[in-house]
């Protein structure tokens, strides 16, 4: 079990969000959600999760946008990202890491391997991420091009 790690899910469809929530609080992790990037982005600076998982496709402010402006923080730069996404293409996952996600998951993902990301990126510390990131990044572009 987790040591109580703290999740922030940001997604713009509630049956997902339930989905995570139910997940990952089952699992020992205290779970806060918003409904879209901007709610995201303020919960993100107030509470501080330990493990971000984002949609890349919402309204109002994209994954992406959410992303960069969370790595341009020095509150949030340090926070791990898992996108997760209906854009499964190479190059869509080259844009969510050069954005500065950690890991990236499908749509529709299999809740098992969601648990198991979250729980390895809120025990990974700043540089375990920074070099992670860097390595995810090199393979994606060798796959993409």
């Not at 854009?87 to 969601?114: C, Y």
């Amino acid at each position: 079990m987790p040591d109580n790690s703290r999740v922030l899910v940001i997604d713009d469809d509630e049956p997902v969000r339930l989905l995570c929530r139910l997940d990952l609080s089952y699992e020992g992790f205290d779970v806060l959600e918003a409904r879209d990037g901007v709610e995201g982005l303020e919960k993100a600076t107030e509470q501080h999760p330990d493990v971000i998982v984002l949609d890349r496709m919402m309204p109002v402010m994209d994954g992406l946008t959410v992303l960069r402006e969370l790595g341009r923080n020095p509150q949030t730069s340090t926070i791990p990202v898992l996108m997760v996404t209906a854009r499964a293409l190479p190059s869509d996952r080259l844009e969510s890491w050069i954005a500065g996600a950690a890991a990236h998951l499908d749509k529709p993902f299999v809740i098992q391997d969601l648990t198991d990301t979250v729980r390895r990126l809120s025990q990974m510390g700043p540089a375990e991420l920074r070099a992670h990131r860097a390595d995810m990044l090199t393979r994606v572009r060798e796959l993409a091009s």
